[in-house]
């Protein structure tokens, strides 16, 4: 039997989950790519972002404190978390990452999109190759 405060808990991530699939589709748009799932290729981005929150070894900006909320990180940084408001720190400004990150290749032109793990939104750039490979794109310039 769950206790109380582990149905709680349950409660919270699931209103977190929920509330990342809304932010998710306020995120629709033409240069938007849409991937509500993991265990594709971003795998291994969501396994060391998941790794780092179990070891505690991530940058997790301050406003996120210990119930679960939405939270965000990228491809380019999957070991930074931080809070809507603190989005602008996941900027790709490092011109070294600016690269499909399924096939680490500079192919222009690159897509962003973003993906939902759990209460996690990660954002992605993926190559129009890559993003026909996985089904990322379906058809140029439409959300799969
Ligand atoms: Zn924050
Ligand atoms: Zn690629």
Redesign the pocket.
Known sequence: MPTPDQIALADQFAAAEAEADMRLADFDGEETHLLPLSGTWLYEYVTAMEQAVREKTGRVCAHLGRSPAVMYTAVWMPTTLVCLTCTPVLALSDPQRI???????R?WPLNEGIARAGNVLMSFL??????H?TGVITQKGVPA
């Open positions: 690269h499909c990150y399924r096939c680490d290749k192919k993926i190559c129009d190759p890559c993003g490979i």
